[in-house]
């Protein structure tokens, strides 16, 4: 079956930089596009960044580009998701997800806080 499992989230001060992995299983990689979105609580899950099948193509949203970079070894069925410049509003639980725009599988998430 799908599996996606995140790693990566901790406490970070504000300015900080982190990097949040995933690793998929249960399907081959290479054909899904991928993504990671957040849930901030009170608020909706929502896209952070996208990835094509062969890593060729990327998408942002807005709040996020030029601090977050998403990347992917498909050799080592890996997403990762780099993040600098991190703010207090970037707070929340982070997903994989298997999708472009949407995802129709996504792992259990991983906390990201950014607190001084």
């Known amino acids: 079956q799908v599996q996606l499992v995140e790693s990566g989230g901790v406490l970070v001060q504000p300015g900080g930089s982190l990097r949040l992995s995933c690793e998929a299983s249960?399907?081959?990689?290479?054909?899904?596009?991928m993504n990671w979105m957040r849930q901030i609580p009170g608020k909706e899950r929502e896209l952070v960044a996208a990835?094509?099948?062969?890593?060729?193509?990327?998408h942002y949203a807005d709040a996020m580009k030029g601090r977050f970079t998403i990347s992917r070894d498909n050799a080592k069925n890996t997403v990762t998701l780099q993040m600098d410049s991190l703010k207090p509003e970037d707070t929340g639980v982070y997903y994989c997800?298997?999708?472009?725009?949407?995802?129709?599988?996504w792992g259990q998430g991983t906390q990201v806080t950014v607190s001084s």
């Open positions: 990835i094509t099948p062969g890593g060729g193509a990327t």
């Open positions: 997800g298997r999708g472009y725009y949407k995802a129709t599988y």
């Open positions: 249960g399907f081959i990689f290479s054909s899904y596009s």
